[in-house]
C-alpha cells in the first residue's frame, strides 16, 4: 500500500457568483467537493467592499483591506508590498516547493490596475479579456486559462495553486444574473472539472494528499452589478475538501484561506485576520491572537 507523503492544495477563485444562483446551476465539480467536505455561505467582511480587488487580495494574503488597503479594482497600493501571497510564504518557508498563478483577470497575476494582489504574480493568457469585455472574450480567457492550469497540474509537482476564472461575473455586468449567467457559472464548473481530472490523472496521485478549495468573491445584484451592501451582493461562498479539512466546518471566511493552505503544510500563517477551517465559530469573528494594526 502506498504511502500517502505529499500534500498539495489547489484554489480555484471563481469571480462574481451570487450563492442563490450557483444553487440553481448544475455543478456536478463543485457538488462532489461540498460532499467530500463543505460548502458555505461566506459574509463578506465588513472591512471589504463587495469588490474583487479588495476580496481577491484577502485570500491571496489572509488580511482585510484596513491593512493590505485594496479597496477598489484600479489602483495598486503600496501597503499591499507587506503582504506576500501564500504561495510565496510557502516557498518562503520551504524553498523545494513548486507553485502556481494563472488568472484570466490580469490584476489577479500582473502589474496592471490593483495587481499583482498575488505577489507571486502568475499566468495571464496572451489577449486581456477586458479589452474587448464580451462573454466571447472571456469564454476564451477562461479556457486558455484551464487548458494551461490543467497541463501543469497533471505534469508537475505543485505544492499550492490558485487559478481564478472570470466570465461569470462579466456575464452578470453585461447581461444580469439570468439563464445566460447560469451558463458561465455552469462552464467554469467544467473547467473546475477538468482541474479535477487532472489531479485524478497524476501517475503518483495514490501517494498524493489534495485539497481542494473553491471560492467566490461576492455576490451581484438582480440586474448585474455588486459593490452595495444588499445580502445578494455580501454573500459569497467557500467550498473545501481533502486533507485537513473538516467535514463539519459551520463558518469560514474568506481571509481563512490563507491559514489554511498554509496549515496543510505546517506553516504558521503569522499575524494574518484568518483561523483555519474549523476553528471559526461565527461568521465575522476575529482572531483572539489579531496583533494592533499596522
Ligand atoms: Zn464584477
Redesign the pocket.
Given at each position: 500500500m502506498a504511502v500517502k507523503n505529499e500534500s498539495h492544495v489547489l484554489v480555484v477563485g471563481i469571480?462574481?457568483v451570487r450563492y442563490d444562483s450557483l444553487m440553481s446551476a448544475a455543478t456536478p465539480a463543485l457538488d462532489q467537493i461540498a460532499r467530500n467536505g463543505f460548502l458555505l455561505p461566506v459574509h463578506v467582511h465588513r472591512k471589504n467592499a463587495t469588490?474583487?480587488g479588495p476580496v481577491w487580495a484577502t485570500v491571496a494574503t489572509g488580511v482585510y483591506a484596513d491593512r493590505h488597503n485594496v479597496t477598489g479594482?484600479r489602483v495598486h497600493p503600496l501597503e499591499l508590498a507587506a503582504y506576500q501571497d501564500f504561495t510565496a510564504v510557502l516557498r518562503a518557508a520551504r524553498p523545494e516547493s513548486r507553485t502556481m498563478i494563472a488568472a484570466s483577470w490580469f490584476p489577479v497575476a500582473a502589474a496592471t490596475a490593483c495587481g499583482p494582489l498575488f505577489s507571486s504574480r502568475g499566468w495571464v493568457p496572451e489577449e486581456d479579456p477586458e479589452e474587448a469585455n464580451d462573454g466571447g472574450s472571456w469564454v476564451s480567457a477562461d479556457d486558455a486559462v484551464a487548458d494551461y492550469a490543467a497541463g501543469r497540474l497533471e505534469r508537475e509537482d505543485l505544492a499550492a495553486s490558485f487559478v481564478y476564472f472570470g466570465e461569470a461575473?462579466?456575464e452578470?455586468?453585461n447581461n444580469g444574473t439570468g439563464i445566460g449567467y447560469i451558463s458561465a457559472i455552469q462552464r467554469c464548473d467544467s473547467r473546475l472539472k477538468r482541474l479535477l481530472e487532472a489531479i485524478e490523472s497524476r501517475p503518483r496521485r495514490d501517494a498524493e494528499f489534495w485539497t481542494v478549495i473553491v471560492v467566490t468573491?461576492?455576490g451581484?445584484v438582480d440586474a448585474g452589478?455588486?459593490?452595495g451592501e444588499t445580502e445578494a451582493e455580501r454573500t459569497a461562498w467557500i467550498a473545501a475538501c481533502g486533507e485537513r479539512v473538516p467535514r463539519d466546518v459551520v463558518a469560514v471566511d474568506h481571509a481563512d484561506i490563507f491559514s489554511q493552505v498554509l496549515a496543510t503544510f505546517g506553516v504558521a500563517a503569522g499575524d494574518t485576520d484568518g483561523l483555519v477551517f474549523g476553528a471559526r465559530r461565527d461568521p465575522q469573528e476575529q482572531p483572539a491572537t489579531t496583533a494592533a494594526p499596522r
Open positions: 469571480d462574481g469588490i474583487s479594482n461575473d462579466v452578470a455586468h468573491d461576492h451581484h452589478g455588486h459593490g
